[in-house]
């Protein structure tokens, strides 16, 4: 029966890799890499700098996917990533079904995590519930970009018993900071931090964390916050593209 690993590769330290992944990887005989966007170019040479070093004998093949992306004439967010997310389900199932012998061994690998903000799995259950072909898949998780972006700033994301928030740019609100004692914001292309205007709030801000591009910044955001969106902007002008992460540390969160 066809295998398909979706593998997590950590957010861009060859180092990261768990050794689960690495045992994974070496049993691939196809990797679907689907990289889009400004990064492009990066994440696919971190994905091959990850083949090359770790693969004993290399007799893998690469098969690229096409993603047309999400379709701006449909109104609403969720129904425009549905319907891309189908779209991909379809790439997916041919891909499997054509590329992927009986026998064969598929990989998808996935920057940090596949658990978080990363729609493969999504997808990856729509093929199965289409019903045309079958495959057995197993998950191996990946360090995330969040972890990396602790350990650098070296912090624990939570005090004793407080409870951590993860959410995307478009959510951050003044008032998930001010019932929140730690909100890990992702995906933010606009600096939501700026509209946080409380004195006491921390940041722990990085961009490219864990690989060789890395800024690192923290502080109280009233003090920092110009620092990094300077910061933010010059690496995103010098590298093409920029990837970052920051936790917002509120002491002064009313708890619920
Ligand atoms: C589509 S999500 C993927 C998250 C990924 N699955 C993970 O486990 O970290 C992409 C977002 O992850 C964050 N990210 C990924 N790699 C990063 C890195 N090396 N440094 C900082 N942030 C990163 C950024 O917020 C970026 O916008």
Redesign the pocket.
Known sequence: MRKLYII?IG??NPEQVTIQAIKAINQVDVFFVTSKGEAKNDLTQFRKEICERYIDEPSYRTVEIVDSGRDPTIDSYASRVEAWHQQRALIYEELIKNELQEDECGAFL????PS???STLRVIDQVISRGLIHFDYEVIP?I???Q??AARHKITLNGIGESICITTGRQLSPGLISNTENVIV???GKCSFKEVLDKEVEIYW??????DKEVLLSGRLTETRESIEMARSSAREKNGWV???YLLRNPSARRP
């Open positions: 997590g957010p861009g996935i920057w940090g995590d978080l903000y990363d990946g995330t970009s969040i990396a972006l992702m995906l933010d990085g961009a490219y964390v864990g690989s990837m970052d992460t």
